[in-house]
Structures are given as C-alpha cells and as structure tokens.
C-alpha cells in the first residue's frame, strides 16, 4: 500500500511570491507522481508529473522535485498569481496500480 | 478539447435509494478510474477499469458495483445509500499507455 500526506494544510502567499508544497509518501516502490490543482467545485486537473527516474522537472512556472531517499516530493510555483489559488493534491502511482491521493494543501494568494 | 464527461453534475437521492451515475472518457481513452472525495478530503479511489474489464479494486463498498460498456463509458451504481455516501463522485480517463488520468467534473451527490 501506500500512505501520502502533505506537510501543511494550508499555506498563503504574497502575490509574486515563489510557492513550495510539500509532499511525502512511504512506498519506496511508488515511480511515478504527478501534481493535480483543484479549484473549488471542480475536478482535479493535472499540473505536472515526475517518474522516478528523475529528480527534477519543469514546467511553465512549476517546478516538481523528488527526493527519493526520503521518499519526498515537492511543487513549486514560481511568481505564484491569484488564479493559482487552489488545493493541490500529489498523487503517487505504485508501479501501475492505483494513485493514492495526499490530503490537500490549500494555496491562497494574497493580492 | 474533448474533456470527461460527468452526468448527472448534482444528485440528490433519500436514504436507501439508489443512483447511477455516467462518465464518458475522453475519446481514444481506454482506461476509466472512480474516486469519491468527501467534504475537505482526498479523492478515495473506488475502482478501474481497462479496456471493458475491471483492472483495480479500492474501497469500493460492496453496495456500489461498477462497469464499462463497449463505447468506453462506465458508469457507477449505488444502491441501499446512506448519509454518508453523500460525496463528489469523480471519473477520471487514461490514455493508452499512460497513466496520467484527466478528471471530469464530477457528480455531486446528496443524501437526504
């Protein structure tokens, strides 16, 4: 199995200000991962993924980090916009199996 | 672009009801995945499908059964409801070979 957790439920940010969520799984088996952004009402919508045979990847504005050897992922979001105010969930995929969600961290952007 | 297709978008059923809900994947997709996330939670994952066969199982309870028809779509039955199937009900679609799975909107359902 496989257990996901974010270190902070909720974090807020200056307007133009760099994000970094935080994401920590336990299977050391887990190879791929990717970052979904929830709006309120709506269904997850893929970010961003990393399979673990990377420890970085960029995207527009985004940026995910593993850390494999402490089983660690993390978001960044750089000049962060008041559209990127959300919850962002990791997702973790178990070689195939099913993704396990971590509990949301809520962003907001401060104006 | 073609997006997942959730219907009915809100529900609202009585205690011991039952709801079925539909999910159309994108087109060229051949996976279908269903996630329940309660109120404040993570997308709980319920089961799978590929390619008309159930492919993974999760906490799915055995009061809800699921498939997928020859034209790709699933759909989610729910019989016996209890207050606390009262969720947003997600269907996400993979395309052949890949895992990265694309949610629809989702069903908002409501038990009374």
């Known amino acids: 199995g496989e257990s996901v957790g974010l270190h902070l439920p909720t974090l807020s940010v200056q307007e133009g200000d760099n994000s970094i969520i935080n994401c920590a799984y336990s299977n050391s088996a887990s190879d791929y991962f990717i970052w979904y952004k929830q ?73 | 672009a073609a997006g997942v297709i959730q219907s009915p978008r809100h529900l609202i059923k009585e205690k011991r009801e039952t709801a079925t809900l539909k ?51 699933s759909e989610l039955n729910m019989s016996s409801l209890e207050l606390g199937d009262s969720a947003l009900y997600f269907c996400a679609s993979s395309p052949v070979g890949k895992n990265i799975q694309y949610f629809g909107a989702g069903t908002r359902l409501s038990v009374l």
């Open chain 1, 39 to 111: 709006e309120s009402g709506k269904g997850p919508q893929f970010i961003i993924d990393i399979r673990s045979n990377m420890d970085k990847r960029q995207g527009q504005r985004v940026t995910v980090l593993l850390n494999k050897t402490v089983k660690h992922l993390s978001l960044q979001i750089a000049a962060t916009q008041p559209g990127d105010s959300a919850v962002y969930f990791c997702a973790v995929d178990c070689q195939g199996n099913q993704f396990y969600f971590g509990t949301g961290t809520s962003l907001t952007v401060i104006p």
């Open chain 2, 23 to 73: 999910c159309y994947p994108i087109p060229r997709h051949d996976t279908v995945y269903w996630y329940q996330q309660g109120p404040g939670q993570d997308p709980q994952f319920l089961i799978s499908f590929y390619e008309k066969m159930q492919s993974d199982k999760g906490s799915i309870p055995d009061r809800f059964s699921a498939q997928q028809f020859s034209d790709y779509h």
